[in-house]
């Protein structure tokens, strides 16, 4: 019925969007290759690959923000130059960026209008954009008060901010960016409850992603990118997440975690009543207690700020708190000089940090300069009690980029020169190699492609079935349902619940994650 | 993926710079009615061609290498220490105390003694600004900025009231004892038949410059302390994670900063003027900023644009003295080699990038 609709708007309509032939080089790399697509007006347009397989130099491309070396675009069959975001806007095409730029002591309405005021006077613009604000609401149930402040709504509340500044600006094609990386399952299909109705009026969409759940659930047609070059563009309903995986990385993947069930030993790690106050005054731990045995994950599930990168962050020794924490029934200090990260390490604590470019690394050291980050006290990498052992150091880092399978191997390259999942890969051979009694992993999969993700996973398990207790901190549910063996979900700075992964679904976990506690709770 | 050769970037940028600032300092002359090259030539005999010449050159390169070399130090640390000027002057006051009040028997211990006392001073004038910056938060620019005017206005209390022997005219101290004096490039190099360096202040303290340049490059990429200060310059929170304290490496950082900057002081005070003198250095402290970012913080960099800089100093000298270029005018030559290969960095890289992918797209 559906399919039969899409070809009626096929045959009369122009494509909303035809890229033909796009190319773009950034130097020796070449991002885009000859990349032709065509979206056809009133559907949804998912665009998947691995980080780096070229998806946002292409929208950028759309977007105005890069100039395509080669290729044409046509917007509903007209050819159109889009120099600048100004032209792509003129021309109809609103982008829904990851991060919003949205300016958090403004209102809404005052954030919809910030570029477009109109005038130099802000009241009519004001008074006009709340009308049309009105309208846009009704139309497509974009509920958002016009007057609260950006800082005072959540992040799901932000996102369709950024959407009605693109209706307000006349969009008919929303380019949306990794949509769903801040937001509850529930928000999310809220979101994509949001984007039917505007496909319902007509609007066009492309979604970009790597979660494969979500091109399956909302998407009419995919496409697929690997390495710059448009693989394949196929029907979501003619195909299967497995074919996706398969087209994205080149090879059969691997979508589930092969894990025996775990052997959970003695209690390695005891966590009792963290609390953690920040500059602000504002509570971020609010009495969290936990305890992650040998030989087990214990993932912590919950939307991003909830207290999860505080938690990371006192246990890895880069915030004080008061409260306990135990390592082998050892008490450690929560403040001054013995809780730092150089003291935990010592500790046998690992920490595989949430932000690997801010802090796992230096992006701007070499590859084995990195590979001693946090350790470059060791004993094993001083030639004496002056020099470092630089050659010692570069030895075991080819080393360790051969067994975690770092690409290229070389150890004087810059960090900044790797692809995220290679850099990702460094900071777990470093952590992981150093067989840590703990290692806590804050989002180890973040911007990592598919084939380092499995890579990851894998060492992850490895590192488990070895007898190691493993603190796991995910914003990506699936991950967290996956890898753990017991799961704890935060909200607020607190410890909602802690389920069992074969016992429990994503909905419960959900409603946890959103403050709920369920009538099993 | 690297942009361009590590030699490009390293020589190429730096002497398409100075070519530029070289032409436009010619059109400069040119507009006052002098002739350029002759301008140049002179510059060239007076500073390069004689060994006296050389003297005067590698005197100047010393005391740039010092201030340089602090200047960079505190960059690997991502701080912008413009205090050197004051940190020296501090140095002047350690170098003359020790001179003027220990019985040295030798020049050899003097100096040692000496460089103990600059580096001393200077790393204390320069405790307070880095103790506020990693407790308090106060920007280092402001406050090394002030100390350097306090440094002066202590300096000139000192040497009016305190150090001045009495009778004297002129706000200095006495002339240091005759042991402490250092031996000259003539002292060391000259034979019976040649006298060469005549009557140019260059001293040993250059030898100690360039072992500073070398020990500073061990400091920095050979030992825990300046990986410790290079991460923490570049990424504050990952040093947070590694366990780098970021008020130790502050305070640690800008010690050493101010060491150097006070060891500039041994070559002026005791090596040329052997007294200490108001004002005695002379704005090498800035001449520091330029030389660190020229020589892109690394110490063959500041040592070889501590040279470049010598060259102008002295070759500035005689245009003023041989020529009617304002002495003026070597203020400008100077402000443009800055300007180029500070400031304009990017103006001659990003070009140069551009061709150097292109090329190799075509190869």
Same mark, same amino acid.
């Given at each position: 019925?559906?399919?039969?609709?899409?070809?009626?708007?096929?045959?009369?309509?122009?494509?909303?969007?035809?890229?033909?032939?796009?190319?773009?080089?950034?130097?020796?790399?070449?991002?885009?290759?000859?990349?032709?697509?065509?979206?056809?007006?009133?559907?949804?347009?998912?665009?998947?690959?691995?980080?780096?397989?070229?998806?946002?130099?292409?929208?950028?491309?759309?977007?105005?923000?890069?100039?395509?070396?080669?290729?044409?675009?046509?917007?509903?069959?007209?050819?159109?130059?889009?120099?600048?975001?100004?032209?792509?806007?003129?021309?109809?095409?609103?982008?829904?960026?990851?991060?919003?730029?949205?300016?958090?002591?403004?209102?809404?309405?005052?954030?919809?209008?910030?570029?477009?005021?109109?005038?130099?006077?802000?009241?009519?613009?004001?008074?006009?954009?709340?009308?049309?604000?009105?309208?846009?609401?009704?139309?497509?149930?974009?509920?958002?008060?016009?007057?609260?402040?950006?800082?005072?709504?959540?992040?799901?509340?932000?996102?369709?901010?950024?959407?009605?500044?693109?209706?307000?600006?006349?969009?008919?094609?929303?380019?949306?960016?990794?949509?769903?990386?801040?937001?509850?399952?529930?928000?999310?299909?809220?979101?994509?409850?949001?984007?039917?109705?505007?496909?319902?009026?007509?609007?066009?969409?492309?979604?970009?992603?790597?979660?494969?759940?979500?091109?399956?659930?909302?998407?009419?047609?995919?496409?697929?990118?690997?390495?710059?070059?448009?693989?394949?563009?196929?029907?979501?309903?003619?195909?299967?997440?497995?074919?996706?995986?398969?087209?994205?990385?080149?090879?059969?993947?691997?979508?589930?975690?092969?894990?025996?069930?775990?052997?959970?030993?003695?209690?390695?790690?005891?966590?009792?009543?963290?609390?953690?106050?920040?500059?602000?005054?504002?509570?971020?731990?609010?009495?969290?207690?936990?305890?992650?045995?040998?030989?087990?994950?214990?993932?912590?599930?919950?939307?991003?700020?909830?207290?999860?990168?505080?938690?990371?962050?006192?246990?890895?020794?880069?915030?004080?708190?008061?409260?306990?924490?135990?390592?082998?029934?050892?008490?450690?200090?929560?403040?001054?000089?013995?809780?730092?990260?150089?003291?935990?390490?010592?500790?046998?604590?690992?920490?595989?940090?949430?932000?690997?470019?801010?802090?796992?690394?230096?992006?701007?050291?070499?590859?084995?300069?990195?590979?001693?980050?946090?350790?470059?006290?060791?004993?094993?990498?001083?030639?004496?009690?002056?020099?470092?052992?630089?050659?010692?150091?570069?030895?075991?880092?080819?080393?360790?980029?051969?067994?975690?399978?770092?690409?290229?191997?070389?150890?004087?390259?810059?960090?900044?020169?790797?692809?995220?999942?290679?850099?990702?890969?460094?900071?777990?051979?470093?952590?992981?190699?150093?067989?840590?009694?703990?290692?806590?992993?804050?989002?180890?999969?973040?911007?990592?492609?598919?084939?380092?993700?499995?890579?990851?996973?894998?060492?992850?398990?490895?590192?488990?079935?070895?007898?190691?207790?493993?603190?796991?901190?995910?914003?990506?549910?699936?991950?967290?349902?996956?890898?753990?063996?017991?799961?704890?979900?935060?909200?607020?700075?607190?410890?909602?619940?802690?389920?069992?992964?074969?016992?429990?679904?994503?909905?419960?976990?959900?409603?946890?994650?959103?403050?709920?506690?369920?009538?099993?709770? | 993926?690297?942009?361009?050769?590590?030699?490009?970037?390293?020589?190429?940028?730096?002497?398409? !710079? *100075? +070519?530029?600032?070289? #032409?436009?300092?010619? %059109?400069?002359?040119? $507009?006052?009615?002098?002739?350029?090259? =002759?301008? &140049?030539?002179?510059?060239?005999?007076?500073?390069?061609?004689?060994?006296?010449?050389?003297?005067?050159?590698?005197?100047?390169?010393?005391?740039?290498?010092?201030?340089?070399?602090?200047?960079?130090?505190?960059?690997?640390?991502?701080?912008?220490?413009?205090?050197?000027?004051?940190?020296?002057?501090?140095?002047?006051?350690?170098?003359?105390?020790?001179?003027?009040?220990?019985?040295?028997?030798?020049?050899?211990?003097?100096?040692?003694?000496?460089?103990?006392?600059?580096?001393?001073?200077?790393?204390?004038?320069?405790?307070?600004?880095?103790?506020?910056?990693?407790?308090?938060?106060?920007?280092?620019?402001?406050?090394?900025?002030?100390?350097?005017?306090?440094?002066? !206005? *202590? +300096?000139?209390?000192? #040497?009016?009231?305190? %150090?001045?022997?009495? $009778?004297?005219?002129?706000?200095?101290? =006495?002339? &240091?004892?005759?042991?402490?004096?250092?031996?000259?490039?003539?002292?060391?190099?000259?034979?019976?038949?040649?006298?060469?360096?005549?009557?140019?202040?260059?001293?040993?303290?250059?030898?100690?410059?360039?072992?500073?340049?070398?020990?500073?490059?061990?400091?920095?990429?050979?030992?825990?302390?300046?990986?410790?200060?290079?991460?923490?310059?570049?990424?504050?929170?990952?040093?947070?994670?590694?366990?780098?304290?970021?008020?130790?490496?502050?305070?640690?950082?800008?010690?050493?900063?101010?060491?150097?900057?006070?060891?500039?002081?041994?070559?002026?005070?005791?090596?040329?003027?052997?007294?200490?003198?108001?004002?005695?250095?002379?704005?090498?402290?800035?001449?520091?900023?330029?030389?660190?970012?020229?020589?892109?913080?690394?110490?063959?960099?500041?040592?070889?644009?501590?040279?470049?800089?010598?060259?102008?100093?002295?070759?500035?000298?005689?245009?003023?003295?041989?020529?009617?270029?304002?002495?003026?005018?070597?203020?400008?030559?100077?402000?443009?080699?800055?300007?180029?290969?500070?400031?304009?960095?990017?103006?001659?890289?990003?070009?140069?990038?551009?061709?150097?992918?292109?090329?190799?797209?075509?190869?």
């Amino acid at each position: 019925m559906q399919g039969g609709k899409e070809k009626g708007r096929q045959d009369t309509a122009a494509p909303a969007i035809e890229l033909r032939g796009i190319s773009k080089a950034f130097g020796a790399v070449q991002a885009n290759k000859d990349i032709s697509i065509s979206v056809q007006p009133g559907t949804i347009h998912g665009i998947i690959g691995e980080n780096g397989a070229g998806k946002s130099t292409l929208m950028s491309i759309l977007y105005g923000f890069y100039k395509a070396d080669a290729g044409e675009i046509f917007i509903r069959g007209k050819k159109v130059q889009i120099p600048d975001s100004q032209a792509a806007i003129a021309t109809g095409i609103g982008m829904v960026f990851q991060h919003f730029k949205l300016v958090d002591n403004f209102t809404v309405l005052e954030n919809v209008i910030l570029g477009a005021e109109g005038g130099a006077l802000l009241r009519p613009s004001l008074a006009k954009a709340r009308k049309i604000l009105t309208e846009l609401e009704r139309e497509y149930e974009l509920h958002v008060d016009p007057d609260a402040l950006i800082s005072e709504i959540g992040v799901g509340k932000q996102q369709r901010v950024e959407i009605l500044k693109a209706l307000y600006r006349q969009a008919d094609i929303l380019i949306l960016d990794e949509p769903t990386g801040v937001l509850t399952p529930a928000e999310a299909d809220q979101l994509f409850r949001i984007l039917d109705r505007l496909k319902a009026e007509g609007k066009t969409i492309i979604l970009i992603t790597h979660k494969l759940r979500e091109i399956m659930e909302a998407t009419d047609t995919v496409s697929v990118m690997r390495r710059g070059e448009m693989t394949a563009t196929v029907k979501t309903a003619e195909t299967s997440p497995e074919e996706l995986a398969e087209l994205m990385v080149g090879r059969k993947v691997l979508l589930r975690v092969d894990k025996a069930p775990a052997k959970p030993g003695d209690k390695i790690l005891e966590v009792e009543n963290l609390r953690v106050v920040d500059d602000k005054g504002v509570a971020r731990l609010k009495g969290v207690s936990l305890d992650v045995c040998a030989g087990e994950i214990l993932g912590i599930a919950g939307v991003a700020g909830n207290g999860q990168s505080e938690l990371l962050e006192v246990l890895g020794g880069m915030l004080g708190a008061t409260g306990t924490i135990r390592v082998n029934g050892q008490p450690l200090p929560l403040a001054g000089k013995g809780a730092d990260g150089r003291a935990r390490r010592a500790a046998g604590i690992a920490h595989v940090p949430e932000d690997r470019q801010r802090k796992g690394l230096i992006m701007d050291f070499m590859a084995w300069e990195n590979m001693a980050f946090g350790y470059h006290h060791d004993a094993a990498y001083q030639s004496n009690s002056v020099l470092m052992d630089n050659g010692a150091i570069q030895r075991e880092t080819a080393a360790k980029m051969e067994r975690f399978d770092v690409r290229p191997p070389a150890p004087r390259l810059f960090a900044r020169n790797f692809s995220g999942g290679n850099q990702q890969k460094i900071v777990v051979a470093r952590e992981i190699e150093r067989n840590p009694d703990v290692l806590l992993v804050g989002q180890p999969t973040r911007g990592v492609d598919i084939g380092a993700i499995e890579f990851i996973h894998r060492q992850l398990i490895a590192l488990r079935d070895a007898g190691k207790a493993i603190l796991l901190v995910s914003v990506e549910l699936d991950e967290i349902m996956s890898l753990s063996d017991r799961i704890a979900v935060m909200f607020d700075g607190q410890v909602m619940g802690e389920r069992l992964p074969h016992e429990t679904n994503e909905t419960e976990l959900g409603l946890l994650m959103a403050g709920i506690r369920g009538e099993a709770a | 993926m690297q942009k361009m050769p590590a030699w490009a970037d390293a020589i190429l940028v730096p002497l398409i !710079s *100075l +070519l530029l600032a070289a #032409l436009l300092s010619g %059109l400069v002359i040119i $507009g006052i009615g002098e002739d350029p090259i =002759a301008a &140049f030539k002179l510059m060239v005999d007076g500073a390069l061609m004689r060994s006296a010449g050389w003297g005067y050159t590698l005197y100047y390169a010393t005391n740039f290498m010092f201030t340089g070399l602090a200047v960079a130090v505190a960059f690997h640390a991502r701080m912008f220490n413009i205090g050197g000027e004051g940190q020296a002057m501090l140095g002047g006051l350690g170098v003359a105390l020790a001179c003027l009040y220990v019985p040295w028997p030798h020049w050899s211990l003097a100096i040692l003694g000496s460089c103990l006392a600059a580096m001393l001073f200077g790393a204390a004038w320069a405790l307070i600004p880095a103790w506020l910056q990693a407790k308090r938060g106060s920007h280092i620019v402001i406050t090394t900025i002030m100390f350097n005017f306090i440094a002066a !206005s *202590l +300096l000139n209390y000192l #040497l009016v009231n305190v %150090l001045r022997p009495q $009778g004297a005219m002129d706000p200095a101290t =006495a002339k &240091f004892p005759e042991p402490t004096h250092l031996p000259t490039f003539r002292d060391m190099f000259s034979t019976s038949e040649t006298i060469l360096f005549r009557g140019s202040p260059a001293n040993v303290s250059f030898f100690f410059a360039v072992l500073a340049c070398v020990l500073v490059w061990l400091l920095i990429w050979r030992t825990r302390l300046g990986y410790d200060i290079r991460a923490f310059g570049h990424s504050e929170p990952a040093a947070q994670y590694a366990g780098i304290s970021p008020v130790r490496i502050t305070v640690v950082a800008l010690l050493i900063s101010g060491a150097l900057a006070g060891l500039m002081a041994v070559n002026t005070t005791q090596g040329e003027a052997e007294r200490l003198i108001l004002n005695s250095t002379e704005g090498a402290g800035f001449i520091g900023i330029a030389v660190a970012l020229m020589g892109r913080s690394h110490p063959l960099g500041v040592f070889l644009a501590a040279i470049l800089f010598g060259f102008l100093y002295q070759g500035g000298a005689e245009l003023a003295l041989w020529t009617n270029i304002p002495r003026e005018l070597i203020v400008v030559i100077q402000a443009l080699v800055i300007l180029f290969t500070g400031a304009l960095d990017n103006m001659v890289r990003m070009p140069l990038e551009r061709l150097f992918l292109s090329l190799r797209r075509e190869g």
